[in-house]
């Protein structure tokens, strides 16, 4: 099952859906960071190629992290 969350991205609300295993991961890189998520997700988010949709860019960068 997949869980969606929403985040305000270059002055736009955006919703992206990862199953709960990829959100404890980023969640958990967040907090070791002092970031909240939604920063987390600003920075992955800046960094992603625009030919690489959000929630793919998460997930390669929770596996990558962990």
Do not use: N, Y
Request: net charge positive; glycine share 4%; proline share 3%.
């Amino acid at each position: 099952m997949l869980e969606k969350r929403s985040f305000s991205l270059s002055g736009h609300r955006t919703s992206v859906a990862l199953e709960p295993d990829f959100w404890e991961v980023l969640c958990s890189i967040a907090q070791e960071e002092g970031l909240v998520l939604s920063a987390l997700v600003t920075r992955i988010d800046a960094s992603r190629i625009q030919a690489q949709p959000l929630a793919s860019a998460l997930r390669v960068f929770a596996l990558k992290a962990k």
